[in-house]
């Protein structure tokens, strides 16, 4: 190719362009490249930075930033450039290029195709490791559940597919109740013999028909207007307090259960207040009278009254409760949320808490909870508050942390309770966890923490600080468990039980005699996931021995649970009574263990389960029967159990199925006789007692003899609508099967 004439081999580029030389082919006069390479590539602004530009070094390309001439001029288009760039990178040209390296087209090309290359390549590696890690992980298919059919495919064999977990919905129209799969009455689906075995008894022993009658009789006559919301003033809190001693010891008590697991208030300030408050009442803030009622309201029912009295079907002690609740309820709508402080939130925990402990408005636990835990991030306890720019005492971030930490367990566990999954609050928090640390080391002048206790000495916030560490399993468990749009492998299930039990062996086995209760709720909440756990993969699982590793575990854990409450019991706290009710999921889990196993197809592990089970319930009926006593108000939930009882001992001995269904239905009635006979201001209730009875019975008989059961009549079916307690078809479990077609088969015989 010729040259061009108007650049000869010994001169240089024309830096300007000379009017002799005229043409068309003369060369335009081109500014000097100042940008990097990949800037001006990509069109950016560049601050020529040296050794390599900010935006490169932002990027992480900084090994990368290149300083070239044009891009569109750096490959010469005649011999004459090449050999003059050639000259430039020997060092031969003129001064001041020698060190701007011009690189050829070729190199350029090269340069930019292995770029694209690379960026190909990336993203086929990261497709690649995508598709492998959808490949390990196998398709699990949606839920076999009614409502979710519209996201599946509608061929006739998602169609007809069974229900793998069902889920209560109750009621009809609007009047209507739901519980998720880790509810303990949802385990009563799978056990679809109980409901025409409760069915039968109620049939046969129309001595439960006629509680009906009693309990409307009651309910008339009970006066109930202290339990209606009204104005409440200030005034009004002041006068609930109890007099100073009997207040001293409910207090107290609260401070030796309830104040070493939930621990949001700090000791030495309340007590300090809380004597002062014995010295003059009417000048003493009423919010603090408001926390002081509420500690009382939460022990109301632990102590140790005898005998008992009885305000329609409810204990006085838990109305003196309701009444608490009701008064702190109507104040607290009437304060200002704008100036709120500590007191503001233990204030409201408290509420919800006595209203659990007292069985009031248990349905709404689970909304109530939330409705605080929501009350709490509103105010940012969620976060670090290391994070206030406003000076904030290390005794207030420290109260933070505890009544955040206390607010997320109750909403967890309640939401568990319920079969419901929990807030999505950890997405977007950063709370560190309380420190476990005694009160008496910390005040309100303290400008940092004391160090913290090692977790093996315990303190009133040691169960807080060891909670934390079992948190996020819960959570996700929780979430987990209550998802039935997917079915959780084996693995998935040995994994999460070995974590579990990872946990159980780490908690701490503290030797001071406040910690028995602690130490006792954290390995029974633990234990509670075990139980859903299993007790699902029983239900899921095709392999025999899945279903026996599940089963083993679920007995011993149901075993386990009941031992802690049993203890408790024995030892004289009662706080576990009215805290918890996975009494209720270890009797129901255990007694679908036993309807699933067959001395035939299980040899041995068919008589452990068997006498595992029995020993199980039987322990359960004895829990809730003190529950019942305290409170007045729990018939259903021991009838529940009795009738679990009953049933399990026919299916072992069905010549004796009579035998066990009349004892199921004394111990009913004579509960609920001992409250018709201990009510406090009605005695002439009692004196139109039942028209028949025994007198030969221990511990009742001074009050009123518990009606003879009638002997069935074969053939005669009772009208069973007479009998309402709360609802009929939860004392039937009547509507707790969505579909019996879905369920399973099992075996049906007693």
């Not at 990261?126 to 409502?147: E, G, M, V």
């Not at 508050?385 to 505890?402: C, G, H, I, Q, Y």
């Not at 590793?549 to 706290?573: P, Q, T, W």
């Amino acid at each position: 190719m010729p040259r061009d004439p108007l650049f000869p081999d010994t001169t240089p580029p024309l830096r300007t362009r000379s009017p002799e030389l005229g043409g068309g082919n003369e060369r335009k006069r081109r500014r000097k490249v100042l940008s990097c390479y990949d800037c001006r590539r990509r069109k950016l602004q560049c601050d020529r930075a040296q050794p390599a530009c900010s935006r490169c070094t932002k990027n992480g390309q900084a090994a990368s930033c290149r300083y070239i001439d044009d891009p569109s001029d750096a490959s010469p288009r005649n011999a004459d450039e090449s050999e003059y760039a050639a000259k430039d990178l020997d060092g031969d040209g003129p001064p001041g290029r020698a060190l701007a390296p011009t690189l050829s087209s070729d190199t350029l090309t090269r340069l930019e195709y292995q770029d694209k290359r690379i960026r190909e390549l990336e993203s086929a590696l990261a497709h690649s490791i995508q598709s492998q890690f959808s490949a390990q992980k196998p398709h699990r298919k949606l839920p076999l559940t009614p409502d979710s059919m519209i996201l599946m495919d509608t061929s006739p064999a998602v169609v007809n597919a069974t229900d793998r977990e069902t889920m209560l919905l109750r009621g009809k129209s609007f009047k209507t109740q739901f519980h998720g799969i880790s509810h303990p009455g949802s385990i009563i689906a799978y056990i679809p013999e109980l409901s025409p075995f409760t069915k039968e008894i109620l049939s046969n022993f129309p001595g439960l028909s006629r509680i009906r009658h009693y309990i409307h009789a009651l309910e008339d006559g009970a006066d109930r207007s202290a339990l209606q919301h009204q104005i409440t003033t200030e005034h009004d809190l002041r006068a609930l307090l109890p007099p100073k001693r009997e207040a001293d010891e409910l207090v107290r008590l609260y401070f030796d259960s309830l104040g070493n697991v939930y621990h949001i208030v700090h000791s030495p300030s309340f007590w300090k207040e809380y004597s002062s408050m014995w010295d003059d009442i009417s000048t003493t803030r009423a919010h603090f009278v408001a926390l002081v009622l509420l500690m009382i309201a939460c022990v109301q029912c632990q102590g140790s009254l005898d005998p008992w009295l009885y305000s329609a079907t409810g204990s006085v002690m838990r109305d003196k409760a309701l009444i608490i609740n009701r008064v702190c309820e109507d104040w607290l709508i009437t304060q200002s949320q704008k100036h709120v402080t500590a007191i503001d939130f233990q204030i409201r925990f408290l509420l919800n808490l006595s209203r659990l402990l007292n069985a009031s408005k248990f349905k709404r636990t689970w909304t109530d909870a939330g409705s605080f835990l929501r009350f709490s991030m509103a105010a940012g306890l969620h976060r670090d508050p290391d994070l206030l720019r406003k000076s904030t005492s290390a005794l207030d971030k420290e109260m933070r942390r505890r009544i955040w930490l206390a607010a997320a367990d109750f909403e967890l566990e309640s939401s568990f309770a319920r079969g419901m999954l929990a807030t999505p609050w950890p997405q977007q928090s950063d709370y560190v966890p309380p420190s476990n640390i005694v009160d008496e080391d910390f005040d309100d002048s303290s400008v940092t923490l004391p160090t913290r206790r090692s977790r093996s000495e315990f303190t009133a916030a040691s169960f807080l600080t060891t909670a934390n560490e079992t948190f996020m399993l819960r959570y996700t468990l929780n979430a987990v468990l209550n998802n039935v749009r997917e079915q959780i492998t084996f693995d998935e299930v040995k994994r999460y039980t070995e974590e579990i039990e990872t946990h159980l062996q780490s908690v701490p086995k503290w030797s001071e005699a406040e910690s028995q209760l602690p130490q006792a709720l954290l390995g029974i909440t633990l234990r509670n996931y075990l139980l859903v756990l299993h007790d699902r993969q029983i239900r899921q699982s095709d392999s025999v021995v899945e279903r026996s590793f599940s089963r083993m575990v679920l007995i011993n854990a149901a075993k386990k649970i009941m031992d802690d409450h049993v203890s408790l019991l024995d030892k004289g706290y009662t706080t576990l009574l009215f805290l918890r009710h996975d009494q209720m999921r270890a009797a129901f889990s255990a007694c679908l263990a036993y309807s699933m196993s067959s001395p035939e197809a299980d040899g041995i592990l068919h008589s452990f389960v068997e006498d595992s089970a029995a020993r199980v319930v039987s322990d359960v009926v004895e829990v809730i029967t003190r529950k019942a006593e305290r409170l007045g108000c729990e018939l259903r939930q021991l009838w529940m159990v009795l009738a679990a009882d009953s049933f399990m001992k026919t299916k072992k001995d069905p010549s004796q199925k009579l035998v066990y269904m009349q004892e199921s239905v004394d111990k009913v009635l004579r509960q609920f006789y001992k409250i018709l006979a201990c009510q406090e201001d009605a005695p002439s209730l009692v004196s139109s007692g039942p028209p028949t009875g025994r007198d030969d019975l221990p511990g009742v008989a001074e009050y009123l003899p518990l009606a003879e059961p009638q002997k069935p009549d074969v053939g005669v079916v009772n009208d069973p609508t007479l009998l309402d307690f709360d609802m009929l078809a939860s004392m039937t479990f009547d509507d707790w099967i969505l579909n019996p077609a879905d369920v399973p088969a099992f075996e049906t015989g007693y």
